[in-house]
């Protein structure tokens, strides 16, 4: 891909350099700078250099935002907002981005476009707020809402993930602990066990047989952990598959409640920020469903956006799927009533989101104790595996 690096100058006469990706010609580039008031200097063709592409963290992009709100708010231009935030982010790849954008608009484009050719960095609902800002004049108020919405949201999963760190950690070290005797006592007993000749119980045999198959065929366990990482990553995102997988999360045992409370209320807090920022009810949807990143509940996004379009109330429509919970319809009822549909919706999700930490805690009182016992089973059957043997042999002694 090539790009188009040029220097210019303002009406004031002031010289400044910038690149662009979507132009076709310099004429057009000389245009549109005329447009803006600005002469075009000199200009030429260049590669654009191969970007890898890195994963910037929600918590950096919310940071981002509350500061292009905040210098916005202050009456400094667009352009020179995100000079500043360019100059002062220490993230290389997150300053890439944040200069493609700045030159994206400098050239004449809006700035939703701009923000929307990122929109593997950016999430849905920050593209989607900006265009609301824009055709609203409210674009500091949208980028700050949803600098406040991408923070919540990631102080969200952080808990999660925080909440079922100890149940995985005991998990690994059940594993890595199993393997070592497998790997490395089990072998010794093994050759004693030869030497003591006795008829080995079937425990013990399925302990040795494991064993042998890992001492002989370790060096195939990496090949077969990058293999299984690789279809683990690779294969969800294929449609067909990923609909399946995010329908089965919604009724999977012991799981299926609290994934439905979490995508509902990802789900309707986003809906309910996107009406309050003006933007429609169809387009704030279809929004909220990408904003979520589940397969099933797009499509009962696009079940509502028909629903909605044919005049039925929101309400009504919600109450079809047993994914949105009565408290939320009840409260999205009484908000169509009083016309403070994202008001009540905000409440609902709030009542929501402290269901699923009672939620969260309940289950971790089940797994945690659930985790050890799976643990000291584990580990008790080894040792029993490798001793009963000599417990038969100090029998036949007697």
Not at 183 to 209: A, C, D, N, R, W
Request: with cysteine; glycine share 6%; aromatic share 8%.
């Amino acid at each position: 891909m090539a790009v188009l690096e040029y220097t210019a100058k303002d009406a004031e006469g002031n010289r400044f350099s910038g690149v662009c990706s979507d132009i076709d010609s310099t004429t057009e580039l000389r245009e549109n700078l005329n447009k803006m008031g600005d002469t075009l200097l000199k200009a030429k063709w260049k590669k654009s250099p191969v970007v890898k592409r890195v994963k910037i963290s929600r918590q950096d992009i919310a940071t981002f935002a509350y500061k292009f709100a905040g210098m916005l708010s202050a009456g400094l231009s667009i352009v020179r907002s995100l000079e500043a935030l360019e100059e002062q982010t220490q993230n290389r790849p997150f300053r890439r981005v944040i200069s493609d954008v700045r030159q994206s608009v400098a050239t004449g484009s809006t700035l939703k476009d701009a923000f929307e050719k990122q929109e593997d960095v950016f999430p849905a609902l920050f593209i989607g707020m900006i265009e609301a800002g824009e055709s609203g004049g409210k674009l500091s108020e949208t980028i700050k809402a949803s600098a406040v919405y991408i923070e919540k949201q990631a102080d969200f999963r952080h808990k999660i993930k925080s909440a079922f760190a100890y149940p995985v950690v005991v998990g690994i070290m059940s594993i890595v602990v199993v393997s070592c005797l497998v790997m490395f006592i089990v072998p010794v007993f093994s050759k004693l066990y030869q030497q003591m000749h006795v008829e080995l119980p079937g425990p013990t045999k399925l302990l040795i047989t494991l064993s042998v198959v890992g001492r002989g065929y370790w060096w195939a366990i990496l090949p077969l952990i990058t293999v299984a990482v690789f279809v683990v990553r690779t294969i969800p995102r294929a449609r067909r598959f990923k609909v399946r997988w995010d329908a089965f999360k919604l009724k999977m045992p012991v799981f299926s409640e609290l994934n439905r409370m979490v995508v509902a209320s990802s789900f309707v807090r986003t809906f309910a920020m996107l009406v309050s920022a003006g933007i429609p009810l169809t387009q704030a949807l279809a929004i909220a469903s990408r904003v979520v990143g589940n397969a099933r509940l797009s499509e009962v996004a696009r079940d509502l956006q028909e629903s909605v379009k044919a005049g039925n109330p929101i309400a009504s429509s919600l109450m079809k799927y047993d994914i949105f919970p009565p408290v939320v319809v009840q409260l999205a009822s009484c908000g169509e009533e009083s016309g403070k549909l994202s008001e009540m919706l905000d409440k609902g999700t709030d009542l929501l989101d402290k269901d699923i930490d009672r939620k969260i805690k309940s289950m971790l009182v089940k797994i945690e104790p659930a985790m050890t016992v799976i643990m000291g089973v584990a580990v008790g059957f080894v040792l029993l595996a490798v001793y009963l043997p000599m417990f038969d042999y100090m029998s036949h002694l007697k």
